[in-house]
Nanobody, 122 residues
Framework: QVQLVESGGGLVQAGGSLRLSCAASGRTLADYVTGWIRQAPGLEREFVGVIRWNTGATYYGESVQGRFTISRDNAKNMVYLEMNSLKPEDTGVYYC???????????????WGRGTQVTVSS
């Protein structure tokens, strides 16, 4: 089992920045990937990005490419999502999730946190 806890969400004006954190515990994550997925009210979950723990390789969804950056601190078992140039359409609940596949499919992740709310005002 892997336990994940997100933090750092909040209310920000359009154009602003936020940094989300994801604390992982319960298992060595060297062979896993951590993804960020978001869900806006009434919409399906949307892939934001993913990072591989052992190499740091990342991949981003098209809507956040160039604005969001994922990083990790292996020693602290933490993953971060730096969000810049935020837009109202970035509003939603942001989840971190762990899986074994480097995938954009939101169904490929096995363990999920409870999420943190991000609201971007116009």
């Amino acid at each position: 089992q892997v336990q994940l806890v997100e933090s750092g969400g909040g209310l920000v004006q359009a154009g602003g920045s936020l940094r989300l954190s994801c604390a992982a515990s319960g298992r060595t994550l060297a062979d896993y990937v951590t993804g960020w997925i978001r869900q806006a009210p009434g919409l399906e979950r949307e892939f934001v990005g993913v990072i591989r723990w052992n190499t740091g390789a990342t991949y981003y969804g098209e809507s956040v490419q160039g604005r969001f950056t994922i990083s990790r601190d292996n020693a602290k078992n933490m993953v971060y999502l730096e969000m810049n140039s935020l837009k109202p359409e970035d509003t939603g609940v942001y989840y971190c999730a762990v899986g074994t596949r480097f995938s954009i499919s939101t169904t490929s992740y096995d363990f999920w946190g409870r999420g943190t709310q991000v609201t971007v005002s116009s």
